[in-house]
């Protein structure tokens, strides 16, 4: 045999060598890693079995574990804070309506602003809504209002003339603050 055969058998019995040793040591950690974690799972179910019956024990896991989580829940007390401040109410009070729970003719009417004033169909909705509701209470006709509405602010709720009208029939607050008062001052305009 010559040189370059030898040392060509030589490499092979390395190789074949290395890769017998890499699989074993592959398989033997598997094989630890495996026990190992059964192992973890009976001391984890010996403790729990062991914990149950001491009553002072679990009474002192029991304990940590509230405080951990009472401590977690002051953390997040100052979002709950702002969420006791607002009303619970407002959600009633929604700004938007479906279009599609209105009437046939206040639907009607509501799609024809939204797209004539490209505004959202939801908050004309409840516009139409209301000045449907206001109009039969006071003999006036619903589609009056919206005209004014329209025509003073092109139904923007935050429109304000140069003269200090505002909101949507543009009234002028500062001479009539007194009106507003029941409804929480003059900002009820908008």
């Known amino acids: 045999m010559t040189a370059i055969a030898t040392l060509r058998a030589a490499a092979s019995a390395c190789i074949e060598s290395s890769r017998v040793f890499v699989r074993d040591v592959g398989a033997g950690l598997l094989e630890v890693s495996h026990n190992t974690l059964a192992l973890v799972g009976l001391c984890v179910v010996a403790v729990s079995l062991f914990a149950a019956g001491r009553d002072e024990l679990r009474l002192a896991v029991e304990q940590r574990a509230l405080d951990w989580l009472q401590a977690r829940q002051e953390a997040r007390e100052p979002a709950d804070e702002l969420t006791a401040l607002a009303e619970p109410?407002?959600?009633a009070r929604a700004t938007a309506v479906d279009p599609k729970a209105l009437p046939r003719q206040q639907a009607a009417v509501a799609g024809w602003l939204a797209r004539r004033y490209?505004?959202?169909?939801?908050?004309?909705?409840?516009?139409?809504?209301?000045?449907?509701?206001?109009?039969?209470?006071m003999s006036l006709d619903p589609t009056l209002i919206l005209a004014v509405m329209a025509v003073e602010s092109s139904f923007n709720p935050f429109a304000q003339s140069p003269v200090g009208a505002q909101g949507l029939m543009q009234v002028m607050t500062r001479v009539h603050d007194d009106k507003y008062e029941a409804f929480g001052g003059i900002r009820a305009a908008f």
Request: charged share 25%.
């Open 89 to 91: 109410d407002a959600v």
């Open 118 to 137: 490209k505004v959202a169909p939801e908050p004309v909705s409840r516009l139409v809504q209301e000045a449907w509701s206001v109009g039969q209470r």
